[in-house]
């Protein structure tokens, strides 16, 4: 497939996903200890623009920073509440996006969506992933204001923040279907770990990383 093609099918994926997009329920359970999941630390929290990435024209545009920033903050949020013993590393590369513009809000108006590769690694494993192909998410947006589109009622920001959050959401999901990835948390030392902690202090990345 070249690029050219790949760039076509991504773009009418991205669009056909933005008008039969419905409302999603919003992210409730950040409350509490985190679900358990072996020895799962947070090592590295990588988020770059891929080089085939995709906006169609109909979208509202945003720096690339301004999403790197975004989805490493609700991934930090989702995932640095663990407490295990061992590192692994999330590494999400941003294919492409459509945010709903402002317009008439009729039903069938674009939704906003999201759609990111995800790979995983365990740092015990010498930088190889743990599957072969990276998992492919492809997310809307949260609240009943989705079902018009959110063009009207969010700012691209908190668009953009509201598809992060249920991104992140989709990755613990597929994390937690496979938890013998993350060990057997019987093996660590209660003196140096525990349930869960707050969410770990986060630095800004500074500049837009690509692929």
Excluded at 57 to 69: F, K, M
Aim: overall charge negative; some cysteine; aromatic content about 8%.
């Amino acid at each position: 497939m070249t690029r050219l093609t790949r760039f076509r099918a991504r773009a009418a994926a991205l669009l056909l996903a933005a008008g039969l997009a419905t409302a999603c329920a919003p992210v409730t359970d950040l409350e509490g200890p985190p679900q358990p999941m072996g020895r799962f630390l947070l090592g590295h929290n990588i988020v770059v623009i891929a080089d085939d990435f995709e906006v169609p024209g109909i979208s509202r545009e945003l720096a690339d920073d301004v999403w790197i920033n975004t989805v490493r903050s609700e991934m930090n949020t989702r995932f640095s509440r663990y407490d295990g013993d061992q590192y692994f590393h999330i590494s999400t590369a941003i294919l492409g996006y459509v945010l709903a513009p402002p317009g008439i809000p009729i039903v069938g108006a674009p939704k906003s969506v999201l759609m990111a590769d995800v790979y995983l690694f365990r740092d015990s494993d010498g930088g190889k992933p743990i599957t072969e192909e990276p998992k492919r998410f492809t997310v809307l947006e949260e609240g009943g204001d989705v079902i018009v589109g959110s063009g009207l009622t969010r700012t691209a920001e908190e668009q953009a923040q509201s598809l992060a959050r249920n991104l992140a959401k989709q990755v613990h999901e597929w994390m937690l279907e496979n938890k013998e990835w993350f060990g057997d948390a019987s093996l660590m030392d209660p003196a140096t770990t525990s349930p869960g902690r707050p969410v770990q202090p986060l630095e800004p990345v500074g500049t837009a990383q690509n692929s």
